[in-house]
């Protein structure tokens, strides 16, 4: 079992709806939270970052940790065509042992159809 | 410069042959990280540098791969006698300091071993 589970999809909706993405997690030692968004061809780029359990909002983009069940989320609201690409999900340790090195889920396809 | 450049984009290898991957990191950032990233996979780590110090070379996959940074900013990853699992995207990340600050990633160069 990999320490980071991610639904690789792929996920298809129309213009405006509400996408929810999601990964679970087995090491307890991860503290901080990141999504990256991956257009094709391109490197990944970082979203949403957080350190704590709760709800950080940025514009369309909600990213929700949960650790007591080691889960994250990332919602995005009144989606749009250029959201298409792939969201991965990352995770550190915290600090002092190897907060630099990011684990990544395997990514989800995202199609937002106008 | 304005982000992480890497050179060449793309690379295509006959199998057994040596390659050098290059990454120029954004100007002043004194962390610099490899990471692989195998096709509809996430990234996996490779290795890390903190200036010219490689501190963590724990995802290189075989003594084939070499990573250094001499002078603490232009980075090269070397793969030698390369094989076909080797194909996969290098992608280059660099940031301000350790782990609690953001990596920015470069585009990638896509390696194929035929």
């Known amino acids: 079992q990999k320490e980071v589970e991610q639904d690789p999809g792929p996920l298809s909706v129309p213009e405006g709806a509400i996408v929810s993405l999601n990964c679970t997690y087995s090491?307890?030692?991860?503290?901080?939270f990141m999504w990256y968004r991956q257009y094709s061809r391109k490197g990944p780029e970082l979203l949403m970052y957080?350190?704590?359990?709760g709800n950080k909002e940025d514009g369309r983009f909600t990213a929700q940790v949960d650790k007591s069940s080691k889960y994250i989320s990332l919602f995005i609201r009144d989606s749009q065509p250029s959201d298409s690409a792939t969201y991965l999900c990352?995770?550190?340790?915290?600090?002092?042992?190897?907060?630099?090195?990011?684990?990544f889920g395997k990514g989800t396809l995202l199609t937002v159809n106008p | 410069g304005a982000g992480v450049s890497q050179s060449p984009r793309y690379k295509v290898a006959k199998r057994g042959q040596d390659v050098a991957l290059r990454c120029d990191p954004i100007?002043?950032?004194?962390?610099l990280f490899w990471y692989q990233q195998a096709l509809g996979q996430g990234p996996e780590f490779l290795t890390y540098f903190q200036n010219e110090a490689q501190l963590d070379k724990s995802g290189l996959p075989s003594d084939r791969f070499f990573a250094e940074r001499p002078e603490g900013s232009v980075s090269t990853l070397k793969i030698q006698r390369t094989q076909q699992e080797d194909s996969a995207v290098y992608l280059c990340a660099s940031s301000i300091l350790g782990g609690d600050t953001e990596a920015f990633f470069g585009q990638g160069t896509r390696l194929t071993v035929v």
């Open positions: 957080t350190y704590s359990s």
């Open positions: 090491n307890s030692a991860f503290q901080y």
């Open positions: 990352a995770m550190s340790e915290s600090s002092g042992g190897s907060n630099y090195k990011l684990t």
């Open positions: 100007s002043g950032h004194v962390s």
